[in-house]
């Protein structure tokens, strides 16, 4: 198999893994909020949280998607500055591979003309997967994640061009306004993006990057965004929304913040929700070709 031929097969048996097979960072988040809700006794809060699990070990046993909703297919690919790779070629068996998948597993089909809504069929179509290229040095390998990224989450999407001196408060503010104007829409308890600096369209990148690619648990390596983190994943339980928007204290498994430097007079702040499903599966392709699946 060329590396090619394993990029087009990898894409596609990735959009089918991510969908069926939960990774075990967002399972052993599920099953710490279920002991949390039922130690603060809220039994709806339990109720849900036991449901979801319940959900995810029938998707196991029955060897199935875990919900419907098969997403626009968004792929993370860090290509090792060893290799002499065609650009192009990858952009396009990612594309084939999803194709593939929706024609032979088959999967639900999302995607529309955004005018039109003319569907396309095959889950890509015009800037569909969306890819998100980088370099790793020093490698002679490929690494790709993928996230199919669910309507419930992703249109609780937001941007905002804060004040300079709107600071860390009005930062925070603006976060927990995104989830109060989420409420149960993303299927909570979600994992929360949050974007910070850069241009505009530099922090949407980052708040997809922290709320799909991102392990959960993992803190930012700067000590000022760790904290924001921590004092943001803190608030966000604090609103009492709770799984499913139905009341409790974990309405978020995790917030992770990602950051850019940014212009003086700039403050951008994006936030980009994943819902609990937290799907993402990756692999490695070798210089031969070979493949390796493993968690991400
Ligand atoms: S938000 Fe997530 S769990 Fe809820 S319906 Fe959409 S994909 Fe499924």
Same mark, same amino acid.
Do not use: V, Y
């Given at each position: 198999m060329s590396i090619y031929d394993s990029i087009e097969e990898a894409a596609k048996e990735l959009y089918i893994r991510a969908l069926k097979d939960i990774p075990a960072d967002v399972r052993a988040a599920l099953d710490r909020g279920l002991r949390a809700e039922q130690q603060s006794g809220n039994t709806t809060a339990e109720q849900v949280l036991f449901t979801i699990i319940e959900n995810i070990k029938v998707a196991d046993e029955q060897d199935t998607l875990v919900c419907q909703d098969t997403g626009l297919p968004v792929f993370r690919v860090r290509i090792g500055t060893a290799l002499n790779v065609d650009g192009a /070629?990858? /952009? +396009?068996?990612l594309r084939i #591979?999803? /194709?593939r998948a929706t024609r032979e597993y088959p999967l639900r089909s999302n995607t529309v003309h955004p005018l039109t809504r003319? @569907?396309?069929h095959t889950n890509t179509g015009q800037g569909i997967p969306a890819v998100k290229l980088g370099f790793a040095r020093g490698t002679d390998e490929i690494e790709i994640v993928m996230a199919p990224? #669910? +309507?419930g989450s992703e249109n609780m999407s937001f941007l905002k061009m804060l004040n300079p001196a709107d600071g860390r408060k009005g930062i925070k503010r603006f976060v927990v306004e995104c989830v109060f104007e989420s409420g149960a829409r993303p299927c909570p308890p979600v994992i929360l993006g949050v974007g910070l600096g850069g241009t505009s369209d530099v922090a949407m990148q980052l708040a997809k990057e922290a709320s799909c690619f991102r392990e959960i648990g993992s +803190?930012? @390596?700067d000590p000022d965004a760790a904290q924001? /983190?921590?004092e943001l994943l803190d608030l966000v339980n604090r609103t009492g929304l709770g799984p499913q928007g139905l009341g409790g204290a974990t309405t978020a498994l995790a917030v992770h913040v990602e950051w850019a430097h940014t212009h003086i007079s700039h403050n951008p702040v994006a936030v980009n929700i994943q819902c609990w499903r937290g799907e993402r599966a990756r692999a490695v392709i070798s210089a031969d070709g070979g493949i390796r699946y493993g968690a991400s």
């Open positions: /070629e990858i /952009e +396009s068996r #591979g999803c /194709e003319k @569907p396309t990224k #669910g +309507s +803190s930012n @390596p924001l /983190e921590a």
